[in-house]
Structure formats: C-alpha cells, structure tokens
C-alpha cells in the first residue's frame, strides 16, 4: 500500500510539473496569480516544472526503496525534497529579479 501511495503521489507531482512547464498554469503554486503576476513566464515555468519533475521522480524512487534500505531512504529523499523546495522559493525570487 505505501508503494502505491508513494507512486500516486510521485505520478501527481510529475504532472503538475508538466503542467507548469508546458501550460505555464502557475495555479499550483498556492495561487500566485493572486500574490504576484511572473515577470517572464516561460522561463519560471521552466525552472519550477523541471524542480517539481524531480522531486515527483525522487517520491517514486524512495517509494520503490524504501522496503530495502528503510528509513534512510525516507531521510535521503525528505532532505532531497527539502532542498527540492527550497530551489523552487530560489527560482521564484529570481523571477521577481527579472533573472
């Protein structure tokens, strides 16, 4: 069952990603359209798809290895997440700086 969930999730992640990159649909980002408007869409909807493509990919592994290396890899793939989400914070500002 946390295979499944982990893959759901991992799935979901990945389409959202898809979704900002290609559709520039920035509504997952807790409503920014509301906050701020992008200074150049293509470009953030580049970084924040490829982050969120990557963070769905490290749901799905850590899933899938969890069962052999336990909770190191839960440890492994939240401080990847971590990090993950903290470059999306980083790719936003520099959005804000015209970068």
Known sequence: MNLFIGILIGAFLIWAGYMVQAKKVFSFLADVTQMWEPVNKTRLGNRVG??????????????????????????????????????????????????
């Open 50 to 99: 490829v982050l969120l493509i990557m963070i769905g990919v490290i749901a799905i592994l850590a899933a899938i290895v969890t069962p052999w290396f336990g909770a190191a890899a839960g440890i492994v793939s939240g401080i990847l997440a971590g990090i993950g989400a903290i470059m999306i914070i980083i790719a936003i500002g520099l959005d804000q700086m015209g970068y």
